[in-house]
């Protein structure tokens, strides 16, 4: 996806370039709203929610 984010933004700087404003602003904006849902995902994947919320599945379905 941090890939894509980049890509978008080579090509909103190339339609710059030509001239092409209203293209380039919707690559920057395609851009800009994948690298927020990028960060979103980092950030849980990085703070361990998605970790935390399976261990309290797995520790609800065993027996004590």
Request: hydrophobic share 40%; aromatic share 6%; glycine share 4%.
């Amino acid at each position: 996806m941090e890939e894509k984010v980049t890509f978008l933004r080579q090509l909103s700087e190339q339609m710059g370039n030509y001239n092409l404003q209203s293209a380039a602003a919707k690559y920057e904006e395609r851009a800009t709203s994948l690298d927020a849902e990028v960060s979103l995902i980092r950030g849980i994947i990085l703070n361990g929610f998605a970790t935390k919320r399976a261990i309290a599945d797995t520790e609800e379905e065993q027996p004590e």
